[in-house]
């Protein structure tokens, strides 16, 4: 028993020294591809560019024959059940088979859902180091935010839930990304944008091509889509300015002088134009 004692701690402190002096990544780096093959949960293999992207990525170093990963091996999954719907993506990567557990004995002894990742060839703990275990938190934009051996699974839980702010979510689906999406509540892959207002067709009311033109903030076009600048505007302009409405088409188009404001100026600038 003392010699096994010996022999888990003599191994524990080899590789520490050993994958430590190897670490690649520190905290605050951003992270380049990587990733391992899946032995259990998962087929084929893992990488950080074809599936981690603008997710929030938890990853979790064991060897299986150390009693640390073996309790933590556990709360792991109960992470996973927590952030399950939260672009969190929770990875285990083990190393150290059959000592005594195989890939497929780790996930079924300990309840395990998550994907596991053969580590054998220590790939992952060469570049994010440190002693087994070992964690790793990368944020939404592939920025290492948490590196650390143990397991302290409550700190760990804290900076989660402060990367998620990190993640740029895609809100109607339409796989454009809501930073860069010309209508981020109602579909519009394509991006169409018909009169090139950065307003998508789809949730754009407002055409201000042919339409909410050239001062017709009123927007009356007659069967012709002829219109004429008049007293309606001038009205129309003066009740956009003063119940501050930014959200009328007319507003958008109410920047008379071109200033980058809707205000009095605008106003005295429509008036030359009713005029001439």
Known sequence: MLNKVFRNLFLSLFLFLNISSAQLYQLGDTVQNFGAPICENGDGSWSYDEYGGNKIIFLSIFASWWGGCQAEAPQLE???????D???ILLTAGKSWMQP???LQWATNFGLSIPI????SDSLASIFGGSIPHNVVIDGNG????TAP???????VDVIEESLGTIVYDTDNDGVLDNIDNCIDIPNPLQNDYDFDNIGDECDNCDNLSV????????EIDNQNNYSIDIFDL???LDIIISNDTNSCGYQIGDITSDGQVNILDVVALVQLITT
Not at 117 to 120: A, G, I
């Open 78 to 84: 109960a992470i996973q059940q927590q952030f399950l």
């Open 86 to 88: 939260d672009n969190v």
């Open 101 to 103: 557990y195989s890939c």
């Open 235 to 237: 009205l129309s302009l």
């Open 150 to 156: 143990g397991h302290n699974i409550s700190a760990i």
């Open 117 to 120: 990742l053969d580590d054998e």
């Open 143 to 146: 920025q290492i935010v948490y």
């Open 212 to 219: 909410f033109i050239n001062g017709n903030i009123y927007g």
